[in-house]
């Protein structure tokens, strides 16, 4: 399931698994879950807009800290 979350509505800062950047107050994004859920929070994901359409031509992402190595 997939829902648009208008600006004036986001009222929370959220992480998009996308780009793993802060999704702010106040900035329209995607909200989606799977669609067996029947409204448990914790299976909800808050994606940029930009970034829920590009999801399908992203590589998988590892998650490093800032200062962590990259190797490859």
Known sequence: ??????GGAA???YRC???VQEIRPGVAHVVAWPADDFGDAADRRHWHTGCWRA???RAP???RSRNAPRYG
């Open 61 to 63: 992402g590892v998650e």
């Open 17 to 19: 698994p996308g780009c």
């Open 11 to 13: 009222a929370k800062t």
């Open 55 to 57: 999801r399908d031509r």
């Open 1 to 6: 399931m997939v829902r648009n979350i208008f």
